[in-house]
């Protein structure tokens, strides 16, 4: 075996080596970021002419630049909305990463295809859809709200060129006044204009709402979007509500539960979600509460075609693959070149059951509930709103950002967790979003521990 062989295998082990250590830590080390001018001192031209060789490259990978990103899968990682891959799907994370799959088209990628679309059915089927449904995995709830946004109003178009209609001097779509900001990037993007409809006390859209927002907007709505567990407050919209006002005025309904609708699952809070068989698209992301690696949306039309007209591109040398009439992803997003970004999700579902996914999310609710009880026992703390799903907020009296920001520093610093402040309606708050398994009570109540102790 010639020498650069044998250096390939050793540095293949040795990385193999350093993905079992990773994998086995428990917890994981939370880690912490470095400034710019650390990382330039302690990983100074890393790209060079010569190269470092693989295993130096390993090492400064692994001796400066894990140890200063967070480990979004620490127990005490509760900011933002976190991630908690099963170990099967990290485990298959690098399977995808060694077996060079396209997942674009049918034709190059059949049977990893197969395997996303056996998902994308399962997610349709919980939210009620029709079994003709279907799909694409795409990066994230960002780019999964563009593309059905694009394909709602494309068409939108289509119905008023087939009607002999004009267009409208500006297009729309409405949605809840605390929607995700993704929504507003969108609108960016399309050069649409956005109808913010006011939501209830409890932070709720309602059929009322949109129905004061549509009859502000005038013409030009092509889509309606409810949101299903905002980032937030993890608050559910009335979906049936909003969805039938929807399907009346024969407009796109849109539901994004990019956090929120894998609530669904769980026979606690399924209640919420009635109404999500009327979507037209919905999407949700595994990297959030589906227990999948970044990252992965999963978007769902309930036509197809639909998407399929607003998406494809077309092309000489992508001719043999729009006329094949085959299932192609990348015919239903604004994406062309894919990784088969679902397969972490199947191989968990395949390996586990599902069953094991509903009772997940319903203890990671039933954690959520249980700590907003200890809150509220705590007289300088109060919930600034009811958790409804597992995202649980809340804030310290007499605090201001100043203190808000010191408590998470040390959290931080001292590898407890992380929990940045956050706010609503200006005033400062903070919250704990729990979709990780290993997050306990125990851990929860520690940090408000040191919280009331500072």
């Known amino acids: 075996m010639h020498t650069a062989n044998l250096d390939t295998v050793a540095l293949r082990e040795a990385i193999f080596d350093y993905a079992r250590e990773r994998m086995a830590f428990n917890p994981t080390p939370l880690d912490a970021p470095m400034s710019l001018q650390e990382l330039q001192k302690l990983a100074p031209n890393t790209v060079n002419e010569k190269g470092l060789g693989g295993r130096k490259a390993l090492d400064v990978f692994s001796e400066v630049l894990a140890p200063a990103c967070l480990s979004t899968d620490h127990p005490g990682y509760l900011s933002f909305i976190p991630t908690a891959p099963t170990e099967a799907a990290t485990l298959f994370d690098l399977v995808v990463s060694a077996s060079s799959i396209y997942g674009g088209s049918w034709m190059e990628g059949a049977g990893a295809v197969f395997a996303e679309n056996e998902v994308l059915a399962w997610l349709a089927r919980e939210a009620g859809l029709p079994s003709t449904s279907g799909g694409v995995f795409v990066q994230g709830g960002t780019l999964g709200n563009l593309s059905a946004l694009v394909a709602a109003r494309h068409t939108a178009q289509a119905r008023l060129v087939a009607q002999g209609k004009s267009m409208p001097a500006r297009w729309k779509f409405i949605c809840s006044s605390e929607a995700h900001s993704s929504l507003k990037s969108a609108a960016r993007v399309m050069d649409v204009d956005i ?224 929990v940045v402040p956050s706010s609503h309606r200006g005033k400062p708050n903070t919250r704990f979003a729990i979709v990780n398994p290993q997050t306990s009570f125990e851990l929860l109540v520690e940090l408000l521990d040191t919280m009331e102790s500072r």
């Open 195 to 418: 109808i913010k409809a006011e939501v209830n006390e409890q932070g709720r859209l309602t059929g009322a709402a949109v129905e004061a927002a549509f009859a502000e907007a005038g013409d030009g709505v092509f889509a309606i979007v409810a949101t299903a567990g905002t980032t937030n407050f993890g608050i559910v919209d009335r979906i049936r509500e909003v969805g039938e006002i929807a399907n009346r005025e024969n407009i796109w309904f849109h539901v994004d539960g990019a956090y929120g609708l894998a609530g669904i699952l769980s026979r606690k809070t399924r209640h919420l979600f009635d109404g999500t068989e009327l979507a037209d698209s919905f999407i949700v992301d595994p990297h959030k509460w589906l227990f999948a690696p970044f990252d992965a949306c999963a978007l769902v039309y309930r036509d197809p075609a639909l998407a399929k007209a607003a998406h494809t591109q077309h092309g000489e040398y992508l001719d043999t693959l729009t006329d094949s009439g085959d299932w192609n992803p990348s015919d239903y997003a604004f994406n062309l070149t894919r990784r088969v970004r679902g397969l972490p999700l199947w191989f968990s579902l395949a390996t586990h059951g599902v069953a094991a996914y509903r009772q997940a999310v319903t203890e990671n609710i039933d954690l959520a509930h249980r700590i907003a009880d200890e809150i509220r026992s705590r007289p300088q703390l109060r919930l600034v709103r009811e958790p409804e799903l597992s995202v649980v907020v809340f804030e310290h009296e007499g605090w201001g950002i100043e203190e808000y920001n010191a408590w998470s520093d040390y959290l931080l610093q001292t590898g407890k967790g992380l």
